[in-house]
């Protein structure tokens, strides 16, 4: 039982490559989001997904793409990248059927020079 | 705008004295309040939750109590163990909204 799974764990960039973080999840759960994580800043939601084909923003989505073909995966994409997103990238998973705990990936520790 | 606010970056406790993590929120339409734990390098894994229905759920050495006249949270440890040395994050939620805001985090430290 894999349960949310993120690749790669580590990526270095340099300003303005494009990168394509990748999500997957096996418990069949229609709700996954990606949130960054930076010193004193705590969890930040960058968008979310509520199933196959919907998405939506949330607080910091700037600079960032996602769509959602599958249950399964919720890619996320940078474009053009700038140091000011060096982060760490958290995705996650739920039910939607009622308010339950996410389930993490062990995330991906991006740095952008 | 900080909605979810954990004012202590850090708390120090010895093994076996209880642990309480405080959280305050701002937004009066959250409804649903989690708590998850956060070990290095590792994502965040789910402790314990509560609903605004409810002011208090007990899980073991866990215990999360509600205020909602102060939107507040705290969670208690009893009795602290030094496995339970990690970041604490508190995150609340509104009924339909699909959005999970999550506080800075809590480090806490337990000394044995």
């Known amino acids: 039982n894999a349960g949310v799974t993120q690749t790669p764990k580590f990526q270095v960039l340099k300003t303005g490559q494009s990168m394509t973080l990748q999500c997957a999840q096996d418990?069949?759960?229609?709700?996954m989001s990606w949130y960054r994580q930076d010193p004193g800043m705590g969890l930040r939601l960058i968008h979310y997904s509520v199933g196959a084909g919907i998405t939506d923003q949330g607080e910091v989505p700037n600079g960032y793409n996602v769509s959602r073909s599958t249950t399964e995966d919720f890619p996320l994409r940078l474009l053009s990248a700038a140091p000011s997103q060096t982060s760490v990238y958290f995705c996650?998973?739920?039910?939607?059927?009622?308010?339950?705990?996410?389930?993490f990936g062990d995330g991906t520790r991006l740095s952008i020079l | 705008d900080q909605q979810v606010k954990q004012n202590s970056p850090s708390l120090s406790v010895q093994e076996g004295r209880i642990s309480i993590l405080n959280c305050d929120y701002t937004?009066?339409?959250?409804?649903?309040f989690l708590w998850y734990k956060k070990y290095p390098a590792e994502g965040p894994t789910f402790l314990i939750s509560i609903s605004s229905i409810k002011d208090k759920n007990e899980d073991g050495r866990f215990t999360v109590f509600l205020n909602k006249s102060a939107k507040h949270l705290s969670l208690h440890i009893v009795p602290s163990q030094p496995g339970d040395s990690a970041v604490y994050f508190c995150?609340?939620?509104?009924?339909?909204?699909?959005?999970?805001?999550f506080g800075t985090g809590t480090r806490l430290k337990v000394l044995a």
């Open positions: 937004n009066s339409m959250f409804d649903y």
């Open positions: 995150a609340a939620s509104a009924t339909g909204t699909y959005k999970y805001i």
């Open positions: 996650a998973s739920r039910d939607t059927g009622f308010s339950g705990a996410q389930h």
């Open positions: 418990m069949n759960h229609e709700y």
